[in-house]
């Protein structure tokens, strides 16, 4: 049984279209994030939710909106899709309070054309 | 704030040791080490809490020293299977539970 599995695993989508990205943690861990990963692979935190609350909100664009409708669920909701947003979009979890490692999810690679 | 690593890169042989180095302007709780191959996720290596310990298993170890904000990753006797980018993550003493990661080390190893 996958730990983390994201949904869909590749994602090609035209501007300006509104897209959502899947994540589903069967590990019994409280709080779970995203990670945006660019070209240059600098590994980037968007969210995270500790049992469906916000934690933590980067300085992301409000076209990116996260919803976890239970703790093992954190999706993602990108609308008004633009070039920039092409990356590989991580879900990870962890059994929060800092003092564990975290498992991703194996990742959504997202292309804007 | 990003943490810095170094070196950027490396290139090994089969059976060589290298150490992999990430500093932090602040203060941390903790320094997080990942792997990651290509087109794969990044995969945990290790934690290390604030106290100074060092970690390891098999042949791969890491330590923490936290009055100089750094930690330094260690791969003795490498083996092909070490190849892809090391990651180091820190959380700082005011932002628990925020990881942020460092611009990564990517390491070959040939045979």
């Known amino acids: 049984d996958t730990a983390v599995s994201q949904t869909p695993k590749y994602l090609v989508t035209q501007m300006g279209n509104d897209k959502s990205i899947k994540c589903e943690q069967n590990l019994g861990h409280d709080t779970m994030y995203w990670y945006k990963q660019d070209s240059k692979k600098f590994l980037k935190i968007m969210f995270s939710?500790?049992?469906?609350?916000?934690?933590i909100n980067e300085t992301v664009p409000n076209r990116f909106s996260p919803k976890s409708p239970d703790k093992a669920h954190l999706n993602l909701h990108i609308n008004s899709l633009e070039l920039g947003d092409s990356a590989v979009y991580f879900c990870a979890s962890s059994l929060g309070s800092g003092d564990y490692g975290y498992t991703f999810g194996s990742g959504t690679r997202l292309t804007v054309v | 704030q990003q943490p810095v690593q170094s070196p950027q890169a490396v290139i090994l042989r089969e059976g060589e040791d290298a150490v992999i180095n990430c500093s932090s302007s602040?203060?941390?709780?903790?320094v997080h080490w990942y792997r990651q191959k290509h087109g794969e996720a990044p995969v945990f290596l290790m934690i290390?809490?604030?106290?100074?310990e060092q970690k390891g298993h098999e042949k791969i170890s890491a330590s923490f020293n936290e009055k100089k904000q750094q930690s330094s990753l260690y791969l003795t006797a490498s083996q092909l299977s070490y190849s892809g980018t090391y990651f180091c993550?820190?959380?700082?003493?005011?932002?628990?539970?925020?990881?942020?990661f460092g611009p990564g080390t990517s390491l070959s190893v040939i045979p």
């Open positions: 290390l809490l604030k106290g100074g």
């Open positions: 939710y500790n049992n469906k609350e916000l934690i």
């Open positions: 993550g820190t959380e700082d003493e005011t932002s628990y539970d925020k990881v942020i």
């Open positions: 602040k203060a941390l709780y903790s």
